[in-house]
C-alpha cells in the first residue's frame, strides 16, 4: 500500500505544480494592480490549472508507458511502466483530472461571464491530450514548450488577469511571458534528464534535438530572460498604475526582484552548467520549479507595493 501511494504521489509529478499556481498568482497580481482582483475567480482559476496540470502528467505517464519510453529512464518509475496500477486505471484518473477542470472552469466562466473562453479551455485540454496521446503526438516532435509556454505561461497568467480585470495590459502579457519561460525551462531540464534514453522510442524533444551542450545553453537563457522580462513588466505597470511612485523606491524594487532572481538562476543552474546528468540533475528540476514560484511571488508582491505606497 505504502509503495502504491508513493507511485502514486510521483506520477503527479509534485515538482511540477509550481508551473501550474505560478501563473495564476502572478495573473492575480496584474488583476490587484488594475484595482479589480477577485479572490473567488484566482481560485477557481488555480483549481482549473492544478487540474489540467495534473491531468496532462498522468495522461504523460499512460501513453508514455503504453509506447515504452519510460522502460528504461533516468526519473523516478512511471505507473505504467513499472506495471504497478493497470493502465486504465492510470487513464481513468486522468479523464476525472480533465473532469475537474472542466466543472472548475465552467464555475468560473459562470462568474465572469466570459462563455467565449470555452475555446480556450477547450484547445487547452486538447493540448494536454495529444502532447504524447494520439498517433502523431507533438510533445515527441520538439513542441513540448511551446505548448507550456502558451498554456502555461500566457494563457494561465492573462486568462487568469482577464477573468478579473476584463482586460489585460500589454506588461500583463510580458509578466506572463516572463513565467512562461521558467516553465519551459522545467521541461528542457526534465527532458535534458532524459536525453539519451528518449531517442530510442522515438521521444524527440527540443533537448534531444537541440543536443546536450545546447539543450543546457537554451536552459539558462529560458532561465535569465525572465530577469529581464520582469523588470519590464514592473516598469510598464509603474508607469500605468503608479505613476507617481518614487523613482528611488522603483529602483529599490527592482534591484531586490534581479538579487533574488540571480539567486534562484544560479541555484538552478549549477548542476546543468557542472554538466550533471541523469538523476543528479533533480536539484535543478526542483529549483527551477521553485524560481518559478517565487518568480511569480516576487512580481506580484511588488505590484501590490507599487499600489498600496502611492
Not at 20 to 29: H, Y
Request: glycine residues 12%; hydrophobic residues 60%; charged residues 10%.
Amino acid at each position: 500500500m505504502k509503495s502504491s501511494a508513493v507511485s502514486w504521489v510521483e506520477v503527479v509529478r509534485l515538482r511540477t505544480l509550481p508551473a501550474a499556481i505560478a501563473p495564476v498568482l502572478l495573473g492575480t497580481g496584474v488583476a490587484f494592480a488594475l484595482g479589480a482582483a477577485s479572490w473567488a475567480r484566482a481560485l477557481l482559476a488555480a483549481g482549473v490549472a492544478l487540474a489540467l496540470q495534473i491531468g496532462c502528467n498522468i495522461a504523460n505517464d499512460y501513453f508514455d508507458g503504453l509506447r515504452g519510453v519510460d522502460d528504461v529512464r533516468c526519473g523516478p518509475p512511471r505507473l505504467t511502466a513499472s506495471g504497478a496500477v493497470a493502465p486504465a486505471a492510470v487513464m481513468a484518473l486522468a479523464l476525472a483530472s480533465f473532469a475537474v477542470a472542466v466543472a472548475l472552469g465552467l464555475a468560473l466562466l459562470a462568474l465572469c461571464g466570459q462563455w467565449w473562453m470555452l475555446g480556450l479551455g477547450a484547445a487547452a485540454i486538447a493540448a494536454a491530450w495529444f502532447y504524447t496521446g494520439g498517433p502523431r503526438p507533438y510533445g515527441y516532435r520538439g513542441l513540448g514548450e511551446v505548448f507550456v509556454f502558451l498554456f502555461f505561461g500566457l494563457m494561465a497568467t492573462c486568462g487568469t488577469t482577464y477573468v478579473q480585470a476584463g482586460r489585460v495590459p500589454l506588461w500583463g502579457w510580458v509578466a506572463g511571458a516572463g513565467v512562461g519561460l521558467i516553465a519551459c525551462a522545467l521541461l528542457m531540464v526534465n527532458n535534458l534528464r532524459d536525453i539519451h534514453t528518449d531517442p530510442v522510442h522515438g521521444k524527440i524533444t527540443l533537448a534531444v534535438r537541440l543536443g546536450e551542450r545546447r539543450a543546457r545553453q537554451a536552459f539558462m537563457i529560458l532561465l535569465i530572460a525572465p530577469c529581464l522580462l520582469g523588470l519590464l513588466a514592473l516598469a510598464g505597470a509603474g508607469a500605468e498604475v503608479a505613476p507617481f511612485f518614487p523613482r528611488p523606491g522603483m529602483a529599490l524594487l527592482m534591484a531586490a526582484l534581479l538579487a533574488l532572481w540571480g539567486l534562484m538562476v544560479r541555484r538552478a543552474g549549477r548542476p546543468v552548467l557542472r554538466l550533471a546528468i541523469g538523476r543528479d540533475l533533480a536539484p535543478s528540476l526542483r529549483d527551477a520549479g521553485l524560481y518559478e514560484l517565487l518568480y511569480s511571488l516576487s512580481l506580484t508582491g511588488a505590484l501590490v507595493a507599487l499600489v498600496a505606497l502611492v
